[in-house]
Each structure stands twice: as structure tokens, then as C-alpha cells.
């Protein structure tokens, strides 16, 4: 029972030197990093992120020069982190013809290392419903601020037409009432004049 299983370990390039994910996925216009891991002894080694579905023909898109500087191609960049033993490969502004299945390569004199990957890329249209949905409780919550406002232009126009004249007069009369009191000629002015008419009643008066 060893020799298929020798025979699938030959079969999967680098299936114990290199490593990465199954599966990785990005919204569409946005970017996705794949990492992938190798073991010591491949640090100047060329790596590189090529596409396609079968190994021995996919098309390298970016490839590093066995050094950590990053490397860029079309949208893609890869970078090379020699002392933690993984390269990273970033893809930008995915589109929908982005999906497909992808490598992380390592370049060796007899056979070439490789693990795929699967890129999935979803579409626009998800985010930009979970932002609709944000702009619309935004929009709903300044129209619900907006209709408190007359309410508060309603209680002004009374405050100030009806109810600071009422408060006037009512100062003014209590402020009358005090004057009227502290005056002494106020408080007789009324009996003078009832003592005149009574006068003036007795000597009209027949004997």
C-alpha cells in the first residue's frame, strides 16, 4: 500500500515543501494577499504566482529574483520574507475574470515546487448593497431629525406673540398695582371726591 501513495506524493508538486490555502476570496475592485509557506533551505530560490488550472502550463504573472524585494506586475505584487521562511502575493482591484485557479511556485534546478490555490471573486453588486442599506438608515434617520424641527418653530412663534406679551402685561399690571400703593394722594383721591358730592347734595337739599 506504500507505492500509491509514494506515487501521489510525486504527483503534487511540493506537497511537503511548499504550503498554502485551499481557497482564498476577495470582493470585487477590492484586493486579496495569499501567503505561502516554504521550508528552509528555499530562501534564494526564485517564487513566483502563476495562472491557470494544470501545473505545468499555467502562465507566471509575478516572480520574485531569489531577494526580498517586492516584484509587481499587472495588479499583482509579490514579496518574499526570507527569515520567516513565506512569500505573500497580493492581487489588486479583483475583477469578475479574476477567479480562477492559481500557484504559489518555487523554481528548483530538477523539479519545480507548487501548491494551488482557488480565488474566488464576489461581485460588486454585495457590497454595494451592505453600503445601500447604510446610506438609506442614514437618509431615514435625518428626515426623522428634520420632521422635529416644526415643532420647535411652533412652540417659538408662540413663545413670542402670545406668550412674552401675556407675561409683559402681567409684569406691567403687578408693577401698577405697587406704584398705586406706595402713593399716598392715590389712596384719598377717591374719598375727596366722595366727600365733594356730598357736600354739594346737602346744600342743594330743600329745608
Known sequence: MWLPSALLLLILPGCLSLRGPVSVWGREWESVSVQCHYDSGWETHKKWWCRGAQWASCRILVQTQGSEREESGARVSITDDQRDHLFTVTMQELRQDDADTYWCGIENPGANLGTQIKVTVAPREAALTVVGSQVSRRTTTSRLAASSCPHSRTHYVLLVFLKVPFLLGLVG???????????????????????????????????
Open 173 to 207: 399690571a403687578v408693577l401698577w398695582l405697587e406704584e398705586r400703593q406706595r402713593d399716598p394722594a392715590a389712596q384719598w383721591e377717591e374719598p375727596i371726591y366722595a366727600n365733594l358730592s356730598s357736600e354739594l347734595l346737602t346744600k342743594d337739599a330743600p329745608v
